[in-house]
């Protein structure tokens, strides 16, 4: 599993995913955690929802061609689940720290059973 070293590393992961500058093949999982994590470091759960949201969506038309992937359920309980072990973290954690506890976080088991 990667870890990331700096705040420039995750601002990269962020800035491909909103450019779409990231191929498809490249924004796996982890991506999709970093990017989260991020959104909310600076914005509350509502607000990074809805960028999450709109990024994803885009991120979909972008490279599919639609957004038949796009699944509001998984976006809403991956965003919630995050939010929830960064309040337990405590608004003094850096970014960086956030990023490499949530990717080092056991979600096993956790979203057993979501559908789209």
């Known amino acids: 599993m990667k870890s990331y070293q700096s705040e420039a590393e995750i601002e990269n ?3 491909g995913f ?4 990231t191929g498809a ?3 796996n ?3 999709h955690l970093v990017v989260a994590v991020s959104y909310l470091h600076v914005l509350n759960r509502d607000a990074a929802l809805d960028r999450m949201r709109a990024g994803l969506l885009r991120f979909l ?10 699944s509001e359920t998984v976006t809403v309980w991956w965003i919630d ?3 929830e072990k960064l309040k337990k ?15 080092a976080a056991d979600f096993t088991d956790q979203g057993r059973g979501l559908t789209r």
């Open 18 to 21: 909103e450019a779409c500058e």
């Open 89 to 103: 973290l405590g608004p003094d954690v850096s970014l960086v720290d956030k990023c490499n506890t949530i990717l």
């Open 29 to 31: 999982h982890p991506e």
């Open 61 to 70: 038309q972008h490279h599919v061609g639609n957004t038949e992937k796009y």
């Open 81 to 83: 689940k995050i939010a």
């Open 25 to 27: 093949d490249d924004f």
């Open 13 to 15: 992961v962020v800035r």
